[in-house]
């Protein structure tokens, strides 16, 4: 049943109608006004760290979609997908480094968008042989099995042998002017952040799509209680591993679009502390929602470097603070994480539908 | 309630004073901004968050005496974990707050924010002696007071060479074997590797295999067992000196045999106390002179750590603190030279700040500094030490510039 409010005599007379993202026309305002803020005002407005911030917020959406997705809709709990990420990152640097693009993708752009599909193609299927455990095992040990990813990928694969391919040593260098998309280059913060909004646009879109469809279903039948699930004919481990792959694709969409931000990649720029990150975006944002992942995603980007600039007109009288900053961020995070744990377990997107709620029942919220 | 309500008040008055304390500090004499990116938490803190210190500490130092011809440098210092996303939005962050230059930190970070820092024309002098910072063609922006790893790997094994390989018992029946124990992921640990294999070639040695060892690693047993298989006569290191120190101690422990050289940043007072008799030998290469030893400035930096940060006792302090002083001494002398001849735009701090230096002497027992339009390599003459009795003591000053002149001019710059 939708959880939309409409107005007084307004009725869903089908399933089309109740399921429609956009239901009135406030709603449809609301998000136009939210586009044009996204594509008009910010980019006349924020300068290049705002835009690197944004940026960043972006990269934590696009990584913890697919960690919301596996946790938060299939119940499969992750602690390895910056190496999915990783996975995508290396495919589509590579592809643009290594491959030999027909000379006609190369003048039109189009050698970095078929990269990012490639890209999600390959952690797809990467992130599904690291699910494959999932078959047999939950829980504890599954996070053993998805934390196994990082060390095989990263620290293994990559490091070992996929930074060694050109001769290149460890880091690949990526020159302004190597990402093109179409007739832009893309070597400036404003350009990625479209790209940013564009991918985060299609990737969220695309999983709002398919958790209202019979797949998203299953895999919330899956979450809630396997074994019912599996009773009622939903084929497990099937839908289980299609979780792992959508997750994947995401995680490498993430990755290739990440590295449009950068001038040089190598396995530092994905550690494992990066899916427990990740982990902690989702749950401060709200375990099994999407807004919830934006949610958090700011919260954890945004509020954090908010602080940040808050502290710095102390730092001449308080000099230690700003040093001491990433203490205090770590401990912000671990702190969010317990109190939200506690007081509000549901995540910011409770918080917000709570509010919405609030202001739709207005003045006779009883 | 009435609790309630008295704590939110004390709360909102205790910052408020804050704030109002903090905000009137801003106003006052001319400033210009610096902003540095340091690693005081995540894996190369070990040796990070003493270089913070000798930041920090050489700043007030500048700021005792004239500023910037008068004008007083106002340092925005973060920790940024050595992680590269937060090393990119520091750096936008530094940009927005107008920095004239930034004293950086990691290879990576360095590394990946390099084509931005040549687009923005801000000068970066950072911890990272990466030798792929040194071609003024690709890296024009991209600075440091000491000589590059790529130098540092090149001399030391050249030094082992000439004065070890000589003593030993198989010295002219075979050549000398030689590998590698660094972590693969690290840009700064495999920045050196390809210059020092050359060099291995050059002066003849068989090469074993690569041993990847982290950064955090404390237990290297694996690692030195398969070093084993190779029977190595030499072993070079590329971590910092937490990892370094266990991988000599388990090469110690399992009689590897072999001797160990190792790069600047795994080579600090904290190697023999970490790692014991095994230590003993171990040779290395340090960039300037280590904490408190006899050389110009030294005084000045044992006095600003005693008045900034009296709560560390000066056994506690490392050279880490004066390869800070390092760092900033070049861009205070760049910055004075640069505002004396027209301003502090990067070009002008690149062009009459830097580029001027001929034989320029910071002292703290570093090479003179040399940087030209053509070559940011400061110097060709790498010192290298050997621990002994749990002390430092000189072995050779390796001059590659003057040995090698033709490879030196034409091929080695730049990796």
């Known amino acids: 049943m939708s959880t939309t409010w409409l107005p007084c005599g307004v009725y869903h007379q089908n399933y089309v109608q109740d399921h429609a993202w956009w239901q009135t026309k406030f709603i449809k305002a609301k998000m136009i006004l939210l586009l044009i803020i996204l594509f008009v005002i910010i980019p006349l407005v924020a300068d290049s760290y705002v835009l690197s911030i944004l940026n960043l917020v972006g990269y934590t959406i696009l990584g913890a979609i697919g960690v919301q997705l596996l946790i938060g809709f299939c119940g499969q709990i992750t602690l390895g997908h910056a190496a999915f990420i990783a996975v995508g990152a290396y495919t589509s640097t590579l592809l643009i480094l290594e491959f030999p693009w027909p000379k006609i993708l190369m003048d039109w752009g189009l050698a970095y968008p078929i990269s990012i599909l490639i890209a999600a193609i390959v952690s797809g299927a990467w992130s599904v042989l690291f699910g494959l455990p999932c078959a047999r095992v939950k829980g504890f040990y599954l996070i053993l099995t998805t934390m196994a990813a990082q060390f095989i990928t990263v620290d293994f694969i990559i490091t070992g042998y996929v930074s060694q391919i050109g001769g290149r040593g460890q880091a690949f260098s990526l020159p302004p002017g190597t990402i093109k998309v179409g007739p832009w280059i893309i070597d400036s913060d404003l350009k990625v952040y479209f790209m940013m909004l564009v991918l985060v646009i299609v990737c969220v879109i695309g999983v709002l799509n398919l958790i209202r469809s019979r797949v998203g279903r299953a895999w919330i039948a899956i979450r809630d209680n396997d074994i019912s699930a599996e009773v009622m004919g939903i084929n497990v481990v099937k839908y289980k591993l299609l979780a792992f792959y959508v997750a994947g694709s995401i995680g490498g969409v993430a990755g290739a679009f990440w590295i449009s931000n950068l001038a040089a990649i190598s396995p530092e720029h994905f550690p494992w502390f990066w899916s427990l990150w990740l982990v902690g975006v989702i749950l401060i944002g709200g375990v099994g929602s999407i807004h919830g992942t934006i949610f958090g995603a700011v919260f954890m980007v945004v509020v954090m470097e908010m602080l940040q600039l808050a502290v710095i007109p102390l730092a001449d009288t308080y000099p230690k603070l700003l040093m001491d900053f990433l203490f205090i961020k770590e401990a912000a995070f671990g702190l969010a994480i317990c109190v939200f744990m506690i007081f509000e377990p549901n995540g910011l997107a409770y918080r917000w539908w709570q509010m919405k709620n609030y202001f739709n029942l207005w003045p006779f919220s009883y | ?415």
């Not at chain 2, 004073?17 to 610096?34: D, E």
């Not at chain 2, 750096?91 to 707050?97: A, D, I, S, T």
């Not at chain 2, 700040?353 to 090479?367: R, Y």
């Open chain 2, 1 to 415: 309630m009435f609790g309630k309500n008295m704590c939110s008040k004390i709360f909102v008055v205790i910052f408020t004073v804050a704030l109002v304390v903090g905000f009137s500090s801003m106003a006052g004499a001319a400033k210009i901004n610096v902003g540095a990116l340091n690693d005081m938490t995540g894996a190369t803190s070990d040796v990070g968050k003493d270089y913070a210190l000798g930041i920090a500490e050489a700043i007030h130092y500048v700021n005792d005496n004239g500023g910037v011809n008068g004008k007083q440098i106002k340092l925005y210092q973060f920790d940024y974990g050595y992680r590269i996303p937060e090393a990119l939005t520091k750096y936008k962050l530094f940009k927005r707050l107008k920095s004239v230059a930034i004293l950086g930190w990691g290879t990576g970070d360095t590394e990946a924010l390099s084509p931005t820092i040549t687009k923005d024309k801000i000068p970066y002098v950072s911890a990272s002696y990466s030798a792929h910072l040194t071609d003024p063609k690709k890296t024009p922006y991209n600075l440091f007071f000491a000589t590059d790893y790529s130098t540092n790997a090149r001399a030391a094994i050249t030094a082992w060479f000439d004065k070890k390989w000589p003593k030993h018992k198989d010295f002219g029946k075979r050549k000398p074997r030689f590998l590698t124990s660094y972590m693969f992921a690290s840009p700064y640990c495999s920045a050196p590797i390809k210059a020092i294999k050359d060099q291995a070639e050059i002066l003849g040695f068989e090469i074993g295999p690569d041993q990847s060892v982290s950064l955090f690693a404390i237990d290297t047993k694996s690692q030195v067992l398969a070093m084993k298989d190779f029977k190595p006569d030499l072993v070079w290191h590329g971590n910092t000196t937490m990892s370094v120190a266990a991988t000599v101690r388990d090469a110690y422990a399992l009689g590897l045999g072999a001797d160990h050289i190792v790069n600047n940043w795994g080579f600090d007072e904290n190697l023999p106390r970490l790692a014991g008799k095994a230590s003993e030998g171990v040779m290395g290469v340090a960039v300037c002179a280590f904490y408190g030893e006899d050389v110009p400035m030294m005084d000045k930096v044992v006095e600003y750590a005693k008045k900034y940060n009296p709560g560390i006792p000066p056994e506690k302090r490392l050279i880490r603190t004066v390869q800070g002083w390092g760092d900033v001494l070049i861009l205070w002398e760049a910055l004075k030279r640069a505002d004396k001849a027209g301003g502090l735009s990067g070009e002008n701090i690149l062009k009459t700040g830097f580029e001027t230096m001929k034989n320029f002497d910071i002292g703290l027992g570093a090479a003179p500094v040399n940087f030209t339009a053509t070559d940011h390599r400061v110097a060709g003459i790498v010192p290298i030490y050997e621990i002994k009795d749990g002390k430092f003591q000189i072995v050779e000053k390796v001059d590659l510039k003057s040995r090698w002149p033709k490879k030196w001019a034409d091929e080695w710059l730049g990796w």
